[in-house]
């Protein structure tokens, strides 16, 4: 590939201690967690929403904070961030039996921790949060390029309407893009999912009075439960596309736009004739793209493990009874002293992959990057123990 060299000598646009790139559910969760403890934090969003693939991907099913046996497992921000999802109104409520104390063998009969939101409310409840908190945020502003010294960020690149300019960097950055950006610019270790992603066209319709999702692509099972339902719910015969391409992305979202307008043209034959998109994604609705390759690759073969440095646990959203702790050595890397990641891009095998990047696991491991953020600006010699204690502190069950 030809290449050219760029010199261009940058104004210091801002400062802060700890900079999140990207505002999705990790990315939220980061920055309120660095703020709460004590961290002045700028959240930078390439778009001009908060909440990332849960409001403008419409994946609006903020999926279980318990193990389906009735237990809870995830606490802290991703159970603050579950109810604040619902609070303005929820398409499908908390179940009754999570909004009071029940015995596990009661709420395992009725419905696990999870919830079904409106993707405006909740972007707009978690924007009045950020900003009630006093996280800074700058929207419309893509981070694309780090300096670093002495094995650390010094300041990352931004372009925004106010043109290119340089953030500088008092502590740590969080890298929460869910496509390890941060993490590539810098020079970690990252790596692509083997396999990339099928086609999902998930879009909100009216219809007969009716508001509707429609999960068009819904491949959210495992390979060993390919039923019928979903055999007949995957597009184009399965094809994946590799998430982490600018061009591939681009036809990505142009196939899942075709899909949409032949479902509702499709429909409307059948005789939904005044059906009527209400939202459709603003994003690619791609679910693994690239990753840290960190000091640990966390696999889903160690459930139940309790990790010396665990963050937090989460369950397995497809299997009953399924949870795994997150270990802090799978959000940071070996290269770069003051980079942790959050959300869809920890350091993972591909089966983890499919279980962490959920929205209550990204709320856990950003409450965790965010927090660390604060207080290290070195996570090899954070001492993990105190890292724990605070997160004890803010509610987060650490060990089974
Ligand atoms: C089709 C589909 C169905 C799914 N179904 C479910 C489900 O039912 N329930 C569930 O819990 N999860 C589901 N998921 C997974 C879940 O929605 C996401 O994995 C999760 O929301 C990811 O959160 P995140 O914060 O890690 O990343 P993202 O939501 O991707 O957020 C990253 C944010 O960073 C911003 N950004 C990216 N790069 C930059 C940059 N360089 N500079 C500045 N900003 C940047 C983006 O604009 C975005 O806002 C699904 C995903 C897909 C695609």
Known sequence: MEKISENNILDVSSECDVCVCGGGVAGIAAALSA??????????????????????GLVTIFLPLCDGLGNQVSFGLAEELIKLSVKYGA?????????????????????????????????????????????????????????????KISHVIIENKSGRSAVKVRKSVVDATGDADICRFSGETIRNHSKGNLLAAWYYYISGGKYM??????????????TKEFSDNLLENGRYYQGADA??????????????????????QKGAEDLLPVTIPTVPQVRMTACLVGKTVLGDDRPFENFSDSIGIVSDWRKKGLCFSIPFSCLYGNNVKNLITAGRCISVNDRMWDITRVIPDCAVT?????????????????DVTYLQSALKENGVKLFF
């Open 91 to 151: 398409e499908i409520d908390l179940p009754e039996v999570w909004k009071k104390d029940c015995p596990a063998s009661v709420r395992a009969q009725s419905g696990r921790y999870q919830a079904r939101f409106n993707a405006q409310l909740f972007a707009i409840a978690s924007e009045r949060l950020l900003l009630d908190e006093g996280v800074k945020i700058l929207y419309g502003t893509s981070a694309c390029g780090v300096s670093c010294r002495e094995g």
């Open 247 to 268: 061009s591939v992305l681009s036809e990505f979202v142009c196939n899942s736009r075709a899909k949409i307008l032949s479902d509702i043209l499709s429909r409307r």
């Open 35 to 56: 703020k709460r403890a004590g961290a002045e934090v700028l959240l930078l969003e390439k778009s001009f929403l908060p909440g990332g693939l849960a409001t403008s």
């Open 366 to 382: 950003g409450q965790a990057a965010g927090l660390a953020a604060a207080i290290s600006s070195d996570f090899d010699l954070l």
């Open 213 to 226: 999702l429609n999960m068009l692509g819904f491949a959210d099972v495992t390979d060993e439960k390919k």
